[in-house]
C-alpha cells in the first residue's frame, strides 16, 4: 500500500499570516497517463470532508485562491497565503493512483 | 448541485448486518465511480470500497469480505452491504462521488452490544 505521512500534525497559525503542510508518499504518485493523483481535503469540525485541491495543484470549484497546491512524485506542500478563521480544521492528503486510495494522517490547524 | 444523502445507519448489535444506501442527483450518475469512505469517532480517514463498474470493486483489507459495494444506475442509487459487523466498524460512512470531489453528510453506525 502507499503510504502518505503528512507534517505536522498541528499547526497553530496567526489570523493573516501564511501555513504550509507537506505530505510525503511512500511510492510515486505519478500515474501512466502523467498525471499525479494527490488531493487536498479540508474538513471542518462537525462536517464531511470538503476537496480543495486535486491532481496536485488544480483547486476545486469555489476554492479561495489563497490555497495553493504544489509537488511532486512523492514530496507535496498545501499552502495558505493568509489564514482566517474559516481555515480551522483538519487537512487531509489523499492519493488516488492505485487500490487501496489511501489518506494522510490529517494535519490540525487551529488559530493561536 | 451535486447531492449525495445517505441513509441507513443506526446501532445494531456485533455480528448483524446493516445495508447504508446513497442518493445521488445533480451529475450524471452512471459516468461516475463511487465509494464508500469512513471516519471512526475522533479518527481519520479510510476509503472502503469503490465501485468503477461490475467488473471493477475494490474494498480495504479490513472490510474485505464482510462488506459489498452496489449500485443502481437507473435509480441513482449507491449501496453498501455490511455483513457481521464488528465494534470497529463504528463510523460515519460518506458517499464519496468520483476521486472526492463531492461528500454526503455521512450516516453514522454504531456497533455495540
Known amino acids: 500500500d502507499v503510504v502518505m505521512s503528512q507534517s505536522p500534525l498541528s499547526l497553530a497559525v496567526t489570523l493573516g499570516q501564511p501555513a504550509s503542510i507537506s505530505c510525503r508518499s511512500s511510492?510515486?504518485?505519478?500515474?501512466?497517463?502523467?498525471?499525479?493523483?494527490l488531493n487536498w481535503f479540508h474538513q471542518r469540525p462537525g462536517q464531511s470532508p470538503r476537496r480543495l485541491i486535486y491532481?496536485?495543484?488544480n483547486r476545486d470549484s469555489g476554492v479561495p485562491d489563497r490555497f495553493s497546491g504544489s509537488g511532486s512524485g512523492t514530496d507535496f506542500t498545501l499552502k495558505i497565503s493568509r489564514v482566517e478563521a474559516e481555515d480551522v480544521g483538519v487537512y487531509y492528503c489523499?492519493?488516488?493512483?492505485?487500490?487501496?486510495?489511501?489518506f494522510g494522517q490529517g494535519t490540525k490547524v487551529e488559530i493561536k | 448541485e451535486v447531492q449525495l444523502l445517505e441513509s441507513g445507519g443506526g446501532l445494531v448489535q456485533p455480528g448483524v448486518s446493516l445495508r447504508l444506501s446513497c442518493a445521488a442527483s445533480?451529475?450524471?450518475?452512471?459516468?461516475?465511480?463511487m465509494s464508500w469512505v469512513r471516519q471512526a469517532p475522533g479518527k481519520g480517514l479510510e476509503w472502503v470500497a469503490l465501485?468503477?463498474?461490475?467488473?471493477?470493486?475494490h474494498y480495504s483489507e479490513s472490510v474485505l469480505g464482510r462488506f459489498a459495494i452496489s449500485r443502481d444506475n437507473s435509480k441513482n442509487m449507491v449501496y453498501l452491504q455490511m455483513n457481521n459487523l464488528r465494534g470497529d466498524d463504528t463510523a460515519i460512512y460518506y458517499c464519496?462521488?468520483?476521486?472526492?470531489?463531492?461528500w454526503g453528510q455521512g450516516t453514522l453506525v454504531t456497533v455495540s452490544s
Open positions: 464519496v462521488k468520483a476521486r472526492g470531489d463531492s
Open positions: 445533480g451529475f450524471t450518475f452512471s459516468t461516475y465511480g
Open positions: 465501485f468503477h463498474d461490475d467488473n471493477d470493486r
Open positions: 511510492h510515486s504518485l505519478v500515474y501512466t497517463d502523467g498525471d499525479t493523483y
Open positions: 491532481k496536485v495543484s
Open positions: 489523499m492519493h488516488s493512483i492505485k487500490w487501496p486510495w489511501t
